[in-house]
């Protein structure tokens, strides 16, 4: 044992000595650009500097020197689309012409497009035909992300620095995100490390309810810069660590055991794997192209100059606390404080939700008699969570009533209905948040006014009287999208016709908790969980819950998969609660982002799996099961018809590299 121990020493210290080298001059041994490689960073270079969102490049997928057009797109996205399928279609029918006509009697068209491409035989120009792609131009995007990424460059090299990692690191989130620090994508990924939430748990970044680390821009870089590290201590080279991030570690060791090689552009040129498509193989490229821009800006963009710095100040709250009462004491406002701690979640400034004790609340800079005076106020706050003085959140479970609600929190049902405005009390659906009143909630008592659909439902205290208090009416926007087991399908007549709000709901899953017997439960493993998850929101440790079920280390959970749980009612009750807050976040920030604009049909093929249709669509499963009428499967059968949601960003600083294969300009590779 000694032995091995010195041996794991000896191997840390010749890590850390070759990550030290990694930070020298000479950065391009650590990022070259050979072969293929430097052909797919000029064009990237161009796709970042030469043209804006508003224009798009036609050209070649496989060989990206090739560049048929430049056009300049229409400004309604289906005008857009429809002009895009056109000048795809007209170039490939050229191509097509060309080949048959083996290179004579061309046209003055085709000739053009062959003083592009040079001499090729008729089986490559057919093959060029059907590699015919659309970039859209990303200058005035790249140039946002520049100016943005200043405000914590310091910050983000920093880290880099201190764990004797190559700087050029820094720039990874302009592929990322393009420094967007709340940039969330359809498939769930937040931050501008674009992570997701099994990867996070993984690095120790905490999502919760009112937290998500992701967006915290310091904690998030110091997991990103770990994962890039354990990246480059399996595959043993930068180039692969970074495409890693973007294809999965296990994925590029394939690709090397299958080429038996570690340099990134035979990789690319030769590697024919299933998943390895356009974005994978162009990951690298679009990396350097950034990394080249950002060096020298003012090479680029001839307007540049550098903001100046961000500072801040931090300190750790002494115990939980709301936004509110966090606003108060330091009389920072609310759009400061979201402004300096992204992490905090949206519901926290719109509900009564406690920001954790420890949070690292983020200010701007101040001297240390301000920070002083900060800490004092802080720790005068009232704890106003530990006697349950202020109104507490509850999120709804499948076929819970408010009656169970106000019994659970021993509370009056008349006080819970007039303190949420609700009109209709049998009308609450499942991922619906009610508040709870606390201690120092004013209550006053007015006649009632409600709209009951089953009066049984409702005890005779509410029809006695209605209770009403001053505070803000909350938004209950009742869900769009269709679920499995409720809601009015948004399929077949309505196929072209989403309308009104849509807003999370959770009645499409299954998150029950089925009694066994007393303290013995049976739940089913839903989208996104992991056995970390069940075991945080029963406060329990893992390995319990793989006894309990005969699991052995390292075993993966599946969904669908039952799984047994011993749960006291304290357990029980904040089991429901994580588990139904995890759920429905997923969801809001989804909706915060995005919009599901219409639902097309799409019929399954031979050979598509869910997995492969999740990819080619970017969705995350939660949409697609609950834009099913008819519930969703993992085994398909060819010829299903599937209803697919066509999603749109609510703002245009959402994804990099666009792929408009599917006719979606929003998606993020």
């Known amino acids: 044992m000694p032995h091995t121990k010195f041996f794991k020493v000896i191997l840390t210290a010749i890590l850390l000595i070759n990550l030290s080298f990694a930070q020298g001059d000479d950065w391009q041994e650590n990022f070259p650009i050979k072969g293929e490689v430097r052909t797919r960073v000029d064009f990237w270079v161009k796709v970042y500097t030469e043209i804006s969102t508003e224009e798009a490049f036609l050209h070649d997928s496989e060989d990206l020197g090739i560049i048929y057009k430049k056009v300049d797109l229409p400004a309604s996205s289906r005008r857009r689309r429809r002009f895009l399928r056109n000048e795809e279609r007209k170039y490939r029918k050229i191509l097509y ?28 120009l057919s093959q060029m035909a059907r590699n015919l792609r659309f970039q859209y131009g990303l200058k005035d995007r790249y140039y946002k992300g520049l100016i943005r990424s200043y405000r914590y460059m310091d910050y983000i090299k920093g880290v880099f620095e201190d764990m004797n990692m190559p700087l050029e690191l820094r720039f990874l989130p302009h592929v990322e995100s393009s420094f967007n620090y709340l940039a969330y994508s359809k498939v769930g990924a937040a931050g501008i490390w674009q992570f997701m939430r099994s990867t996070a748990r993984l690095y120790r970044l905490k999502v ?18 770990k994962l890039l590290r354990d990246n480059y201590r399996t595959l043993q080279s930068w180039p692969l660590a970074l495409t890693a991030y973007n294809h999965g570690a296990r994925s590029m060791k394939r690709a090397i055991n299958k080429l038996g090689t570690r340099e990134i552009h035979k990789i690319i040129e030769g590697y024919r794997g299933r998943r390895f498509g356009f974005a994978s193989k162009n990951f690298y490229a679009t990396f350097m ?24 100040s931090t300190l750790k709250l002494p115990k939980p606390m709301t936004v509110k009462q966090l606003s108060r004491a330091t009389g920072l406002s609310y759009n400061k404080i979201r402004d300096y701690n992204p992490s905090i979640r949206r519901s926290a400034f719109r509900s009564p939700l406690f920001l954790p004790k420890n949070f690292v609340f983020y200010f701007p800079q101040s001297d240390s008699q301000k920070i002083a005076s900060y800490q004092k106020k802080l720790d005068q706050v009232e704890d106003k969570m530990k006697d349950l003085a202020l109104e507490r959140l509850h999120i709804v479970s499948r076929g819970e009533s408010l009656y169970d609600i106000s019994r659970g929190y021993k509370v009056s049902l008349s006080d819970l209905i007039a303190f949420n405005d609700i009109v209709n009390p049998s009308r609450i659906y499942a991922g619906m948040k009610i508040k709870i009143p606390g201690k120092d909630s004013k209550i006053e008592t007015v006649k009632p006014k409600l709209a009951v659909t089953n009066p049984k439902l409702i005890p005779k205290e509410v029809k006695t009287e209605k209770p009403k208090i001053a505070a803000v009416k909350e938004e209950k926007p009742q869900p769009q999208i269709a ?21 999370p709901n959770l009645e499409g899953y299954q998150l029950e908790l089925t009694p066994v017997r007393k303290g013995l439960y049976k739940i089913v493993i839903e989208t996104e969980e992991t056995l970390g998850h069940l075991a945080e929101w029963a406060a329990i440790r893992t390995q319990k819950i793989r006894d309990w079920n005969r699991l052995s280390y390292g075993s993966v959970i599946y969904q669908g998969q039952k799984l047994s749980m011993y749960l006291n009612d304290e357990q029980k009750t904040r089991f429901v609660q994580e588990r139904n807050a995890y759920h429905l976040s997923i969801q809001e920030d989804f909706y915060e982002n995005f919009k599901v604009k219409e639902l097309k049909k799409y019929q399954v093929k031979r050979g598509d799996t869910l997995t492969e249709i999740l990819e080619k669509f970017k969705l995350p499963y939660w949409l697609l099961r609950q834009s099913q009428e008819k519930g969703l499967s993992a085994n398909l059968s060819v010829g299903q018809e599937l209803a ?21 300009e929003t998606s993020a590779d």
Request: glycine share 8%.
């Open 289 to 312: 192209a950034t990394v080249l821009i950002s060096k020298e800006p003012e090479k680029y963009f001839k307007s540049f100059k550098k903001p100046t710095p961000f500072t801040y």
């Open 644 to 664: 697919i949601p066509v999603i749109v960003s609510k703002s245009d600083e959402s994804g990099l590299m666009l792929d408009n294969d599917e006719g979606d």
């Open 97 to 124: 012409s060309m080949a048959k006509k083996k290179g004579k009697n061309l046209t003055s068209e085709e000739e053009k497009i062959k003083s592009v491409i040079g001499e090729r035989s008729p089986r490559e």
């Open 208 to 225: 919760g309810y009112v937290v998500d680390e992701r967006r915290d821009v310091i904690k998030a870089t110091k997991a990103a810069a």
């Open 483 to 503: 679920s499995l087991n409720k809601g009015a399908p948004l399929y077949g007549p309505a196929l072209h016709e989403l309308k009104g709000e849509q807003a």
